[in-house]
């Protein structure tokens, strides 16, 4: 079911690039976009050989539920530019 967070899907970002309110991480709260320094820190770990390969420079979350670095991932203004975010 859209939204729902896939078997196996880690807490924080998705493997699927699919973010925000709609699309739940795997501890079944909102996702988020992984900064560039979160993906390479995470690529070599078992729960992340599914993820997409295109969200290594994606940090962003748009309007559409997806991950991003363009306009409409980054500067509407609804989107979440997590490279500019300080994460927990």
């Not at 925000?20 to 900064?35: H, M, V």
């Not at 539920?65 to 306009?71: E, L, Q, V």
Request: proline share 7%.
């Amino acid at each position: 079911p859209q939204g729902q967070a896939p078997d196996r899907e880690p807490a924080g970002w998705r493997n699927d690039g699919r973010c925000g309110a709609q699309n739940l991480d795997g501890d079944g709260k909102p996702s988020r976009c992984p900064t560039r320094t979160e993906f390479f820190a995470e690529r070599g770990q078992a729960i992340r050989e599914d993820a997409e390969l295109w969200l290594e420079d994606a940090p962003c979350c748009g309007q559409s539920g997806w991950c991003g670095r363009g306009m409409e991932h980054c500067t509407c203004s609804t989107c979440v530019d997590y490279s500019k975010k300080q994460t927990l």
